[in-house]
């Protein structure tokens, strides 16, 4: 942390998915089918995972989503405030499920996900009013009467693209008006307005995105971009990959590199040294079944 330095929270806007997970020896082609080993049930979505991470990290966490009115919804939300998470901001949606993600994983680690919203997809910009310090409780926990205060200048807004990509836009803005940093991941890819793109600092995509995003005609000035075992840039600064001695599953580990590089710039860490940290914690997320540690 930079001495005298505020140290702010970390609002995630963001999905929550059940992870359904199957090791292959090798991912089938289309219309191919391959034998799998067991399946496995994790908790994953790009939000919860970065959550965690900044959780992790220790940064104030406040977390704004939804869930369903299902059992693993419920349980969802019970596990993310026992990891001091803040919850109050994410709402139990009646009448729908949870998100869910299909996951395969071959014997090199690498993944392929396909995701179904469920209440992900119920994400609207009302819910944003939080960022503000406003809006009404609408879920079926009754252990809050408020909501968290809105953001400050101190604080940083994370993320990504699993939901409504209006919800994201308006995000971005508001967090922008606060004065707030804003920290886009911009997983999975998708093209945003370039004055959206512009408010955040940075904006985080890999190398598979940042050829999209250079396609596009569109490169944020303040852009990071993860390099695989080559590391990471952002600007001026490339810091080397961690060392990875057994790679299990690769599926968390761009999110816990987003999560931790979040919650170190917003304790004041320099670009470098929240880079380092990040690198860390994508090298241990590698290393163990499933989005998030047990």
């Known amino acids: 942390m930079t001495k005298g330095v505020a140290v702010g929270r970390v609002f995630v806007v963001g999905s929550l998915n059940v992870d359904s997970v199957v090791r292959v ?47 693993v919804g419920v349980d969802y939300r019970s596990r993310l405030a026992s990891r001091s998470i803040d919850v109050r901001a994410l709402t ?48 079926t926990d009754t252990a809050y009467e408020s909501r968290p205060t809105g953001l400050t200048s101190a604080d940083v807004l994370l993320i990504s693209l699993e939901l409504d990509l209006a919800v994201v836009s308006a995000a971005v803005r508001a967090a922008a008006d606060a004065g707030a940093r804003v920290v886009l991941n911009l997983a999975p890819f998708a093209l945003l307005p370039p004055e959206v793109l512009a408010l955040a600092d940075p904006v985080v995509v890999n190398e ?12 944020p000035e303040s852009l990071l971009v993860t390099l695989g075992s080559r590391g ?63």
């Open 232 to 294: 990471s840039r952002w600007g001026d600064v490339t810091v080397d990959a961690a060392a990875v001695v057994n790679v299990v599953d690769t599926t968390g580990a761009g999110d816990s590199y987003c999560g931790t590089l979040a919650a170190r710039l917003a304790a004041g860490d320099s670009h470098e040294a929240a880079m380092r940290a990040a690198s860390a914690a994508a090298a241990r997320a590698v290393t163990w079944p499933g989005a998030q540690p047990a």
């Open 92 to 139: 139990v949606t009646r009448g729908v499920t949870t998100g869910h993600a299909m996951i395969a994983v071959d014997e090199r680690g690498e993944n392929t996900i396909v995701v179904s919203a469920g209440a992900n997809a119920h994400v609207s910009v009302a819910d944003l009013e939080v960022l503000r310090g406003g809006g009404g409780l609408d879920t």
């Open 25 to 71: 020896q090798r991912h089938p082609a289309p219309g191919e089918t391959v034998r799998g080993g067991d399946l496995a049930t994790f908790w994953g979505g790009k939000g919860a995972n970065q959550a965690v991470a900044a959780a992790e990290a220790g940064a104030e966490v406040v977390f704004v989503g939804r869930v369903g009115d299902d059992a």
């Open 208 to 219: 598979h995105e940042a050829d999209e995003l250079r396609a596009s005609g569109t490169e």
